[in-house]
């Protein structure tokens, strides 16, 4: 089997990150969003991966990935630039994908326990297609499922104003090329877009076999700052064990914090859990549950929690830094100023709390 990683899209809900790179590169416990992703397809065995590439910076997504042999996987990278829909995107993968199943997962898509045991279950079946599904509380920003009273997938309606149900779709889609003759009759959406949900229903419509999955476990997407702090605290609380491999001096290291290589914490105090990246700096300061520190980054007479800074930032003299996203290289000068901070930068940018 194939498999598909999305990694266009506009990013809107990221911005202004999202405006100097792939949201899905935003890293979650110092790894990006998407190489999760990637090492759930490649622990699953599917080695052959396609990457969509948008607009914005996709040599980012070059750099980070290669040609795959670091990650165990060999990696086609097909240009889709701007962001069409998910239908579109998958349809620019029809020769890459052949005549196997294949499997679309979003780039910005995390499952607390994989696609291992759905991929197994549509393996073995004879669907056409097979979709993941959460209950959620409000399924009005989701595609959303409705099924008949024997339980069978009978509509996929995107993002409707009453839901038929509490059943969102989860950006994992298990496929078989039938998928791209639906593509190709598809007609942009309200809002211009080629949209999966529509290719879905069309597979429905025909009589062809969709099935679905119930997933075990939570499902983030993670396209907002929320979302990614949330990815954050629960990737940090699930994966992250003590392992001290930079300085610490003067300093009271609590609980499961990471530090890797080169880091220095001097004169300060880490609660996990936390990560704190290559080189970084801790000075003179609390870092609090649920914080990833960037490679590079120095924090500098602050107080930071629930929070990811990236690589190269530097924080200084911030009383209370607390929810906040903040972007590679940028600066935040707090001069003190009291009061808790909630900030969402963009890389390169400077801040001074004055
Ligand atoms: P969305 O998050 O729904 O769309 P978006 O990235 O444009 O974000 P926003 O709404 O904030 O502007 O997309 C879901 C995933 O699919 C995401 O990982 C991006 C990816 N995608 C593509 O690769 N190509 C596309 O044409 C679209 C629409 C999305």
């Not at 620019?92 to 291992?116: P, S, T």
């Not at 409000?138 to 149900?165: C, H, I």
């Not at 300061?285 to 990833?292: A, H, L, Q, R, V």
Request: hydrophobic share 40%; charged share 25%; proline share 4%.
């Amino acid at each position: 089997m194939k498999g598909v990683i999305l990694h266009g899209g506009a990013g809107t809900r990221l911005r202004p990150l999202s405006y100097s790179g792939p949201k899905q590169l935003i890293p979650v416990a110092n790894k990006p969003v998407s190489q999760y992703v990637l090492e759930d397809l490649v622990s699953c065995g599917i080695t052959d991966v396609a990457i969509i590439l948008g607009e914005t910076f996709p040599e980012l997504v070059r750099e980070h990935y290669g040609d795959g042999s670091k990650f165990g996987a060999k990696i086609t990278y097909i240009y889709q630039g701007k962001p069409l829909g998910i239908a579109h995107a998958v349809g620019l993968c029809e020769e890459f994908v052949g005549d196997e199943k294949f499997v679309v997962y979003l780039g910005d898509n995390l499952l607390q326990h994989g696609i291992g045991p759905y991929l197994k279950k549509f393996q073995e079946s004879d669907a056409d297609a097979m979709v993941l599904l959460k209950e959620v509380e409000d399924p009005r920003r989701f595609g959303v499922a409705q099924f008949d009273e024997q339980g069978k997938l009978v509509k996929l309606v995107e993002k409707p104003r009453e839901p038929p149900s509490n059943y969102a779709l989860v950006g994992v889609y298990f496929l078989t090329p039938v998928i791209f003759d639906m593509i190709k009759r598809l007609k942009p959406s309200w809002r211009g877009e080629y949209e999966i949900t529509d290719a879905l229903q069309m597979l429905i419509d025909g009589g062809y076999k969709v099935d679905y999955a119930i997933v075990d476990g939570w499902w983030l997407d993670t396209g907002k700052k929320d979302d990614i702090l949330y990815a954050n605290a629960l990737i940090l609380d699930e994966r992250i064990k003590r392992r001290i491999k930079g300085e610490v001096k003067d300093s009271r290291v609590e609980g499961r914090v990471y530090v890797e290589e080169g880091a220095r914490i001097v004169s300060s105090k880490v609660r996990g859990p936390a990560i704190l990246g290559k080189g970084c700096l801790v000075e003179n300061s609390y870092i609090g549950p649920y914080t990833s520190i960037g490679d590079g980054a120095r924090i500098i007479n602050s107080s930071v929690e629930y929070s990811v800074i990236l690589g190269g930032a530097t924080i200084k003299n911030v009383i209370r830094l607390e929810e906040s996203l903040v972007g590679k290289n940028a600066t935040i000068i707090g001069e003190g100023k009291k009061g808790v901070m909630r900030l969402h930068v963009g890389d390169y940018s400077v801040v001074e709390l004055g």
